[in-house]
């Protein structure tokens, strides 16, 4: 098939985040800025050096490799991610934060590695649904293999305590057996499990327990669970239409509780208004609509489950944030995608879009 360019309708969409995020998370962080100079600076340099820069070269390089590589190697990108995020029961490894040991120092650097794990998962899954083809509607060929892979997943993850991260990989991962053909009944059924798990997850875990209950009453315990939530609507509410304008949030200074990272959308509500909020909701509508074209035209099952797969994370991740921040949904603490703090989610999720603009230049046909 004929090579094209990268898509460009995405291109132009990917880059408006990243340009929004970087003035968003810029103008967020000096919040950190007016309590502590050493802490502003060293998130500066893991958002810019190693999330942009390192993140951009990879980009650069998932754009020439051809996508055929990792379906070749889609199994040991899995085992190793699961083997890296298992490293954070490390002693000496593994670093504690908050009460959750869900980082890896290594000198000055820390990172996340459940960011490398659920990307690990979309490479080996699609590979997998793609050579199973028709006989995923099987059961021991479809369901079958996701529950063993989130069973391993669920082990590794829950124990830290990440919740959040085996949510969206479990959703990413039923909407990816959805593209590929298993019949709607399993997905029923397994969503249905799935469903009660996890509410007997939450009544058993006393943190998320109070996550729901503080979604249910917002006011309740406004200097405490839900402290974060009312100061995030304070934000949301004083931005107005238009906003106070760019760099003028006050929430940021001493209220929000870390307005660069799982906070930053109230910061840009409160600066940018109801305007800017709408604007960007828009574009990341806009990125899954292209991304879901883009994976619709692929020239093979692999790419367009690999597509779907990378496309449908991003998509969940970026709506969980806001609508948590916004209170339709209990607070989950993900980061927004391109714009919250995370130099090593960034990095890794601007190869993954690599990898989709690698794939659109092979589309059936035009977009």
Same mark, same amino acid.
């Given at each position: 098939?004929?090579e094209?360019?990268?898509?460009?309708f995405?291109?132009?969409? +990917?880059?408006?985040?990243?340009?929004? $995020?970087?003035? =968003?998370?810029?103008?967020?962080?000096?919040?950190?800025?007016?309590?502590?100079?050493?802490i502003?600076?060293?998130?500066?340099?893991?958002?810019?050096?190693?999330?942009? $820069?390192? $993140?951009?070269? !990879?980009?650069?390089?998932?754009?020439?490799?051809?996508?055929?590589?990792?379906?070749?190697n889609?199994?040991y990108?899995?085992?190793?991610?699961?083997i890296?995020?298992?490293?954070?029961?490390?002693p000496?490894?593994?670093w504690?934060?908050?009460?959750?040991?869900?980082w890896?120092k290594?000198?000055?650097?820390?990172?996340?590695?459940?960011?490398?794990?659920?990307?690990?998962?979309?490479?080996?899954?699609?590979?997998?649904?793609?050579?199973?083809?028709?006989?995923?509607?099987?059961?021991?060929?479809?369901?079958?293999?996701?529950?063993?892979?989130?069973?391993?997943i669920?082990?590794? @993850?829950?124990?830290?305590?990440?919740?959040?991260?085996?949510?969206?990989? *479990?959703? *990413?991962?039923?909407? =990816?057996?959805?593209?590929?053909?298993?019949?709607?009944?399993?997905?029923?059924? !397994?969503g249905?499990?799935?469903?009660?798990?996890? !509410?007997?997850?939450?009544?058993?875990?006393?943190?998320?327990?109070?996550?729901?209950n503080?979604?249910?009453?917002?006011s309740?315990?406004?200097?405490?669970?839900?402290?974060? @939530?009312?100061?995030?609507?304070?934000?949301?509410?004083?931005g !107005?239409?238009?906003?106070?304008?760019?760099?003028?949030?006050?929430?940021?200074?001493?209220?929000?509780?870390?307005?660069?990272?799982?906070?930053?959308?109230?910061?840009?509500?409160?600066?940018?208004?109801?305007?800017?909020?709408?604007?960007?909701?828009?574009?990341?509508?806009?990125?899954?609509?292209?991304?879901?074209r883009?994976?619709?035209?692929?020239?093979?099952?692999?790419?367009?489950?690999? +597509?779907?797969g990378?496309v449908?994370?991003i *998509?969940?991740?970026?709506?969980?944030?806001?609508?948590?921040?916004?209170?339709?949904?209990?607070?989950?603490?993900?980061?927004?995608?391109? =714009?919250?703090?995370? $130099? *090593?989610?960034?990095?890794?999720?601007l190869?993954?879009?690599?990898?989709?603009?690698?794939?659109?230049?092979?589309?059936?046909?035009?977009?």
């Open positions: 098939m004929r094209k360019k990268p898509d460009k995405l291109l132009i969409i +990917v880059f408006l985040l990243i340009f929004i $995020g970087a003035a =968003m998370f810029i103008s967020a962080s000096l919040g950190i800025l007016a309590k502590n100079r050493d502003f600076y060293s998130i500066l340099f893991s958002q810019i050096v190693l999330g942009f $820069g390192l $993140g951009f070269i !990879g980009m650069y390089l998932a754009l020439k490799i051809d996508y055929k590589f990792w379906r070749k889609a199994f990108i899995f085992l190793g991610s699961i890296v995020t298992g490293l954070v029961f490390v000496h490894v593994g504690n934060h908050g009460g959750a040991t869900r890896i290594l000198g000055p650097v820390s990172f996340q590695p459940a960011e490398l794990l659920k990307f690990g998962f979309i490479i080996y899954f699609a590979a997998w649904l793609s050579w199973a083809k028709s006989r995923v509607q099987d059961f021991k060929f479809g369901i079958l293999p996701l529950c063993a892979m989130l069973t391993i669920a082990v590794i @993850l829950l124990k830290q305590p990440d919740t959040k991260s085996f949510i969206l990989i *479990t959703a *990413t991962g039923l909407s =990816m057996l959805f593209i590929s053909g298993v019949p709607v009944k399993y997905l029923f059924g !397994g249905a499990i799935l469903l009660v798990l996890f !509410g007997s997850l939450v009544f058993f875990t006393p943190y998320l327990r109070n996550r729901v503080t979604f249910i009453d917002p309740q315990d406004p200097r405490g669970t839900s402290y974060q @939530l009312q100061q995030s609507l304070i934000a949301l509410g004083s !107005g239409i238009f906003g106070r304008g760019f760099g003028q949030s006050i929430q940021k200074f001493s209220y929000l509780p870390e307005p660069q990272g799982d906070s930053i959308f109230a910061v840009t509500g409160e600066e940018l208004g109801f305007v800017g909020t709408v604007i960007i909701i828009l574009l990341y509508s806009f990125f899954a609509l292209r991304g879901l883009i994976a619709n035209n692929s020239p093979d099952l692999f790419g367009r489950l690999l +597509v779907s990378i449908i994370l *998509t969940l991740q970026s709506f969980m944030n806001i609508a948590s921040i916004t209170g339709v949904f209990p607070l989950t603490g993900v980061p927004l995608v391109f =714009m919250s703090q995370g $130099g *090593t989610s960034l990095m890794i999720y190869v993954a879009i690599g990898i989709v603009f690698q794939i659109s230049k092979f589309q059936k046909q035009s977009a």
